[in-house]
């Protein structure tokens, strides 16, 4: 069974920058397009960007500028990379998997929730002065 794990979160101050990774690993794998997602306290689950297996990207109009998503296949990692952290990227984030081929969208990926089913337990970002 595919599974993920998240790390690199933390607590930054404003301005400063993060690279989160997400490591898959199992019986398996296979798939179509990892995604990554955010939810901070009391609100929705917010998608951000996704990567498909075959290198195409994809994101969210309110991510493009200041996060970047990229993977190692030789480490089967998949990284999100985000500068200018501001106190509203606050949240956990976590990464999951699309295994449908119905994610894909020519090279790239379909960031809809509803194409993504397996997940990490996620990464706290925090950022404070």
Do not use: M
Request: aromatic share 8%.
């Amino acid at each position: 069974q595919l599974q993920l794990v998240e790390s690199g979160g933390g607590l930054v101050q404003p301005g400063g920058s993060l690279r989160l990774s997400c490591a898959a690993s199992g019986v398996t794998l296979d798939y179509n397009a990892i995604g990554w997602f955010r939810q901070a306290p009391g609100k929705e689950h917010e998608a951000i960007a996704c990567i498909s297996r075959r290198g195409g990207t994809n994101y969210e109009d309110s991510a493009k500028g200041r996060f970047t998503i990229s993977r190692d296949d030789a480490k089967n990692t998949v990284y999100l990379e985000i500068n200018s952290l501001k106190p509203e990227d606050t949240a956990v984030y976590y990464c999951a998997v699309a295994q449908g081929a119905s994610v894909l969208l020519g090279s790239r990926c379909w960031l809809h929730p509803a194409y993504y089913s397996t997940r990490g337990q996620g990464t706290q970002v925090t950022v404070s002065s």
